[in-house]
């Protein structure tokens, strides 16, 4: 995925488009940062960045921010003029204080890389054992397998994967608790809700479930 999100904004930047990385994976990289993993991971510069609930503690908030050449379009100093009905709420704003608080004393990202390697791990392991093709690309908390002897970097590459294999994993999952994202190209997603017991819990499901396919 970084290798086509790298020609993207390659070629945005080449014709002299702004190149503004999305929100929603921005916190699930393993360096603290707020950042889009393949920005952190790579030489890309974002002309803006975009922010928006992950900045509020899960609340209805947005921001964002770029280069001064850009940003001075923005009144009082230039005449585009921006307001929004949740600009300045005072909740989300202490919400997402309180995250970032929260985050600096608790420094969760190291454990959360940990946990999406354990549950990779756990699943590379029981294909190889049952001899399917399994790719199981990881950044930080943010992962997902595919059912393919391709490495997936990219849509196409993606859709090689096997989704009627990946249904059956799916429902086999589901029917041992753990409760995946149903499209066999979504993305997973570990949380600080998730503790040791509950990734144990899920290594062990998807081990069945690979292992029964």
């Given at each position: 995925?970084?290798?086509?999100?790298?020609?993207?904004?390659?070629?945005?930047?080449?014709?002299?488009?702004?190149?503004?990385?999305?929100?929603?994976?921005?916190?699930?990289?393993?360096?603290?940062?707020?950042?889009?993993?393949?920005?952190?991971?790579?030489d890309?510069?974002?002309?803006?960045?975009?922010?928006?609930?992950i900045?509020?503690?899960?609340?209805?908030?947005?921001?964002?921010?770029?280069?001064?050449?850009?940003?001075?379009?923005?009144a009082?100093?230039?005449?585009?003029?921006?307001?929004?009905t949740?600009?300045?709420?005072?909740?989300?704003?202490?919400?997402?204080i309180a995250?970032?608080?929260?985050?600096?004393?608790?420094?969760?990202?190291?454990?959360?890389?940990?946990?999406?390697?354990?549950?990779?791990?756990?699943?590379?392991?029981?294909?190889?054992?049952?001899?399917?093709?399994?790719?199981?690309?990881?950044?930080?908390?943010?992962?997902?397998?595919?059912?393919?002897?391709?490495?997936?970097?990219?849509?196409?590459?993606?859709?090689?994967?096997?989704?009627?294999?990946?249904?059956?994993?799916?429902?086999a999952?589901?029917?041992?608790?753990?409760?995946l994202?149903?499209?066999?190209?979504?993305?997973?997603?570990?949380?600080?809700?998730?503790?040791?017991?509950?990734?144990?819990?899920?290594?062990e499901v998807?081990?069945k479930?690979?292992?029964?396919?």
């Open positions: 995925m970084q290798e086509l999100e790298s020609r993207q904004i390659y070629a945005r930047q080449s014709t002299g488009r702004a190149n503004p990385p999305d929100e929603p994976s921005s916190d699930r990289g393993s360096s603290g940062r707020l950042a889009l993993p393949d920005v952190l991971h790579s890309i510069t974002p002309d803006l960045t975009t922010l928006g609930k900045i509020g503690g899960g609340l209805p908030v947005g921001a964002f921010g770029g280069r001064a050449d850009i940003m001075d379009h923005l009082p100093l230039g005449p585009v003029y921006q307001a929004g949740l600009s300045g709420n005072p909740l989300a704003t202490a919400a997402g995250q970032l608080r929260l985050l600096d004393e608790v420094k969760p990202y190291a454990r959360l890389d940990a946990m999406g390697r354990q549950v990779c791990a756990a699943a590379s392991a029981a294909a190889r054992a049952r001899g399917i093709p399994l790719q199981a690309p990881q950044v930080g908390s943010m992962f997902s397998l595919f059912f393919t002897p391709t490495p997936v970097r990219d849509m196409p590459t993606a859709l090689t994967s096997d989704a009627k294999l990946f249904g059956r994993f799916f429902h999952c589901l029917a041992g608790g753990v409760y994202p149903p499209s066999a190209y979504e993305s997973w997603f570990l949380s600080t809700a998730h503790e040791g017991a509950a990734i144990d819990q899920a290594c998807i081990t479930a690979i292992t029964s396919l």
